[in-house]
């Protein structure tokens, strides 16, 4: 992580940097223009508009740069696998499925889980040569066997498994009767049926009133919303 805070502060100066410069010249364009006739300042003001717009280019970039630092180093601080392995991809779609930049020519495969720091978000059902289409948990058609836990403790609280609806609503069912769960614990991948262990899903929202069936159920709420999310990553094992 070392090499992490190195690179960020290696870019926070030439932001500051960038930024004091941009409105340097623009103070300099003001107090030379005076001594200057018509057609020397029209020649000016175009050279100096160009370089103010090349200034806010590399300000942009500086910018993106701390951005994916910051993400790396929250990837690198989550509770995850030291073996597992990680490719950033940018979200270019979203719809029922979400459409990322990496495919065939990356290493992907389907099968392969998406996530946000430690949450998972899906998993890859459809690839091509530079793209693949992501099934999102809170699609109808996802069933994950899950673990439910308080947040801070390690002890199981409870089994189940988690259904998709759609719109960021997750569902939880097949929690036996006898089972504690109340509103705020955190629904988590158990790493059966070829999904991830450990995973964070979701946070039960409301535990609904209980009947004369086997199970309990949950409402439980997403921890990201998934429209707004612009870089996630591929495990790749």
């Not at 940097?17 to 005076?34: L, P, R």
């Not at 499925?97 to 065939?104: A, L, P, R, S, V």
């Not at 999904?195 to 199970?215: C, H, M, N, R, S």
């Amino acid at each position: 992580k070392g090499w992490l805070l190195k690179f960020k502060g290696f870019f926070s100066y030439p932001l500051v940097w960038s930024t004091g410069k941009i409105f340097n010249s623009y103070q300099g364009i003001k107090e030379g223009f005076s001594n200057l006739g018509d057609a020397q300042r029209e020649e000016q003001i175009t050279q100096l508009e160009g370089k103010l717009r090349q200034l806010a280019v590399d300000q942009n970039q500086l910018s993106s740069c701390l951005e994916e630092n910051e993400r790396i180093k929250k990837l690198l601080g989550s509770p995850l696998p030291p073996q597992w392995h990680f490719l950033e991809a940018r979200v270019i779609g979203q719809g029922e499925q979400m459409k990322i930049d990496k495919g065939q020519r990356e290493g992907v495969v389907e099968g392969m889980m998406i996530i946000s720091e430690n949450i998972l978000l899906g998993r890859i059902v459809s690839v091509e040569e530079n793209f693949s289409l992501v099934e999102k948990v809170n699609s109808p058609n996802v069933k994950i066997p899950v673990i439910v836990k308080k947040p801070g403790q390690a002890s199981v609280q409870a089994r189940g498994l988690l259904l998709g609806q759609y719109k960021d609503k997750l569902f939880l069912d097949r929690v036996l009767q006898g089972e504690q769960i109340q509103k705020g614990d955190l629904v988590i991948t158990s790493g059966e049926e070829n999904w991830l262990p450990d995973l964070l899903i979701g946070q039960i929202e409301e535990v609904l009133p209980k009947t004369a069936e086997l199970y309990q159920t949950a409402r439980v709420s997403a921890l990201l919303d998934y429209q707004k999310l612009r870089i996630v990553f591929v495990v790749i094992k």
